[in-house]
């Protein structure tokens, strides 16, 4: 049940209050008023443009994290890429060392083999000469002992063929060459 | 008639004795000459060299060892 008559009483007691205080319900009105259109003033001229700004700002800053993020992950990926890149030129550069190695032992074995066939045609032709050098050694050696042999002979001979060994011989050449021409 | 004009050239390196003289003179008789004419060569050695026309008998001692040198 409500009791009308000790609400009255309250609101007697506080307008006698108000009223000692110099405070009339319409000033309180008009203050209610002037607070609504501070409020409305504040709102429209400073939170309104201040959360505008400061949701711009978040959006910026947001904007900046993802430009951040978006090139993080591109520099991940030139780092990816250049490792990539860095491994291939590696293996491509081992390629490549590898076969200047094969090429280079080819190339040293081809060498060394060639030299040792012209060394050795050149073993094999030095021999030849030193062998036709010593048979012809041999042969003049050979002929100056006939030579020198056969001169001391003619000496000998010149000096020691008697009357006798010359008849003889001189007829021993005569029967000869009659046998031969008789048959 | 030409057999008998034929002249032999006979070599030897010393003076031939009659021995000599006469084998030879029967050699080159059988071979159509009927005279010699002796040249006394000591550079022979030896031996006996005989010309009759284009052929030619050489038994001296160089010729042999002329022989000996080709052979060696």
């Known amino acids: 049940m409500f009791d009308f008559t000790a609400e009255t009483m309250l609101l007697s007691a506080i307008t006698d209050m108000f009223d000692r205080m110099g405070i009339t319900w319409s000033g309180i009105l008009l203050h209610l008023i002037n607070l609504v259109i501070l409020t409305v003033g ?35 990926e030139l780092k990816d890429s250049s ?15 590898d076969n200047a190695v094969k090429v280079a032992n080819q190339k040293a074995g081809e060498i060394v083999g060639d030299a ?68 | 008639m030409a057999k008998n004009s034929l002249s032999a050239r006979v070599i030897v390196s010393e003076k031939p004795d009659d021995d000599i003289l006469r084998m030879v003179a029967a050699f080159i008789k059988e071979r159509g000459c009927d005279r010699a004419e002796y040249t006394i060569d000591p550079d022979i050695l030896g031996g006996i060299i005989i010309r009759i026309g284009d052929k030619v008998y050489d038994g001296s001692v160089r010729s042999r060892l002329e022989t000996v040198r080709r052979f060696l």
């Open chain 1, 42 to 76: 504040l709102y429209l001229l400073l939170f309104k443009p201040v959360k505008k700004m400061i949701r711009e700002r978040q959006e910026k800053v947001k904007k900046i994290e993802k430009e951040n993020a978006d090139l993080n992950e591109e520099v991940k």
């Open chain 1, 116 to 183: 040792k066939t012209r060394a050795k045609a050149l073993i094999e032709r030095t021999e030849a000469e030193m062998e036709a050098e010593r048979k012809k050694m041999q042969t003049d050696v050979e002929q100056q002992i006939a030579d020198v042999s056969l001169a001391v002979a003619e000496k000998v001979l010149g000096r020691s063929v008697s009357g006798e060994d010359n008849r003889r011989l001189i007829e021993e050449s005569l029967k000869e060459w009659s046998e031969r021409e008789n048959g």
């Open chain 1, 83 to 97: 490792r990539k890149v860095l491994s291939e030129a590696k293996q491509e550069a081992a390629v490549i060392h």
